[in-house]
DNA sequence: CTGAAAGCGCTAACAA
DNA sequence: TTGTTAGCGCTTTCAG
């Protein structure tokens, strides 16, 4: 048995074909009989023909491939939008690449080089938390490699082959308050995390206006800035605790620390939702979980991936004669009640 | 500003020297001058020039990227392990393309085609629940591309450039039951998946053998075969709770339905652990979350995930010099005990 | 130390 | 309907 791979060559001499025709029978290409084409389809399978993409990328410039560059795929946010990705580019004959920054700058401007040597043909982000500075984004704007964006993203750069799909954390976070304020609480506290990320600012800025369309304080204190983490979560209750007058509730921007403030709440019994009510962001698993479980705003994960992806792709395209497309998308975010912030049982009918 | 990007050619034009010097400087080759090596560097970095892996692979006959194929990425486990392989690939110059069968064997087999079409040097699989004929892991076996196999694996493909990279799912089960008889339980009860699933069926039998080797019933209507989900842990408990002599403890092959149990269990205000313990497998992240915390098995995902790539990247360097290395690695499972099962709370010391 | 030449496997004018 | 030819961008002998 011959081992090494067959090529079109290889198909070309034993049919007594040229390449040409082999390519264009195996792209089915209409000026081919049908009778050669049976014959190359049959030796090509007999020979277990594999056509090699790198060839014919770099022969036709384009390789059909993805770029995607996302903090990390673990939890649950990242794996679902790189599922929603990795399916949506698939659909399209696409191939994905996926490098982690680890929230690393460094690492996120050397894996776009890497994307780059790797001659994707597009390229989808989700920016580092560290990220400060943005001329590797600058640079590939000038690269002809159109740039996704996709939930974390950055303002300031524009250009025709640059676009972004986020999630309308203003929105979710103005919902949560008006949940919370229906609900008969006064006095609204939030954890946020580093203000310089686009999602935690806004999410913030949707806590305060809805605080203020509603005439409800807005103390500086209670708005706990905390490590996005168990502990963080953990840490801020305490503070808020301690205050001299503590909240009757408490909206979290990641789930996991509104997990650490009602470790924190049953230890001290305070009663959820009755004495203090809880609410996260992001709809993580376990917020279904927990014991109440925890109301938390849905970001439609996979649907960002896939729209990230289809957004691409249209980049990707240029085509002239379609209407430009939008080249910000912006999707409307979910509130799940659950017992957290459910003080009055009977609601489902309102 | 030029816009197309800059080639080998490129810079050899501009710098009156050859290709082969380019090429050579820019891989530091030790027979090109310092001096030229300084000049081709700066034009290169002036001009922004990004070397073309897709040439250098096709020349090379090496594309430098690995092929993932998982069920999916979703949940806690495969983002993981997936983490794991991009991390550890990444550190040995490797790209990771990433393919999911949807648990779907026709999938499966096509996702194949494509990695080996994108002549990935190497592929990682994870087999699809669904699969029942290997036919194209037999091909590939044959195909000269190193295949390692990770948690799901599948008997019987064996050869020199085939590895798999499992959990000891046996002794894992083992210990959770011999932990579960320490804690005093007597008639212990087993949530299965299916059982063509290595992973399921190891379990299994190791939650058998520590009944038998402690002198524990082993009634078959106390093995209840159920959906992988938190319904089918509900449906599961169900069926237990209405058994005439009812367990008094679970273990359940997956954490998702250990939850379900347990909200059974405490809608019916029977105390865990004091009247039923229970124990899920995966240490998913939400077993900390629930109330009580539920005992689990840690698979080290990420381990798993950087161990199958360097057992693939030893398979694909294939070096004679080096002794043969061991195509089967099995990694011990760490159990984890929390409140689900601990009936005796200062066990610390022991 | 540098250059010339060939070719990885494929595709796409252009010819026939 | 098929063949000829050239070349994508790179690396690598082999020759200077």
Redesign the pocket.
């Known amino acids: 048995m011959a081992n090494?791979?067959a090529?079109?060559?290889?198909l070309?001499k034993q049919l007594?074909?040229?390449?040409?025709?082999?390519?264009?029978?195996?792209?089915d290409?209409?000026?081919?009989?049908e009778?050669?084409?049976a014959r190359v389809r049959d030796l090509a399978a007999a020979l277990n023909?594999?056509?090699?993409q790198l060839?014919?990328g770099?022969?036709?410039?384009r390789s059909k491939m993805l770029g995607v560059l996302v903090p990390h795929i673990i939890g649950n946010f990242f794996p679902q939008v790189v599922h929603g990705i990795a399916t949506e580019a698939n659909l399209s004959g696409f191939n994905v690449m996926i490098f982690q920054s680890n929230e690393d700058e460094v690492q996120e401007r050397k894996n776009i080089e890497l994307l780059l040597n790797a001659q994707v043909e597009g390229i989808l982000v989700s920016v580092s938390k560290s990220t400060k500075s943005f001329g590797h984004f600058e640079t590939l704007r000038n690269n002809t490699v159109p740039l996704v964006f996709f939930d974390r993203s950055i303002e300031g750069i524009e250009g025709k082959s640059v676009g972004a799909v986020v999630l309308d954390d203003y929105q979710g976070a103005y919902e949560v308050v008006e949940h919370l304020v229906a609900q008969g609480c006064t006095r609204i506290a939030h954890f946020t995390g580093g203000l310089h990320l686009n999602i935690h600012r806004n999410r913030h800025r949707g806590y305060l206006d809805a605080l203020r369309a509603h005439g409800l304080p807005t103390d500086e204190e209670l708005t706990v800035l905390c490590e996005m983490s168990l502990e963080g979560g953990i840490q801020g209750m305490q503070k808020l605790l301690a205050l001299p007058q503590p909240p009757d509730a408490v909206f979290s921007s990641i789930d996991v620390a509104a997990v650490g403030a009602l470790q924190v709440l049953k230890h001290a019994h305070i009663r959820v939702p009755q004495d203090v009510a809880l609410v996260g962001f992001s709809n993580e698993q376990f917020t279904s979980f927990t014991d109440p479980s925890i109301t938390s705003v849905d970001q439609h994960c996979e649907l960002m991936g896939r729209t990230a992806v289809r957004l691409l792709l249209e980049l990707i395209a240029d085509d002239p004669e379609q209407p430009p497309v939008q080249h910000n998308i912006v999707l409307k975010p979910k509130l799940l009640v659950r017992e957290s912030s459910l003080r009055q049982p009977d609601n489902s009918a309102s």
């Open positions: 090494r791979r090529s079109i060559t290889d070309a007594n074909l040229s390449p040409s025709t082999i390519s264009r029978a195996l792209a290409h209409e000026d081919v009989s009778a050669t084409k023909y594999q056509p090699n060839a014919a770099l022969r036709r410039g």
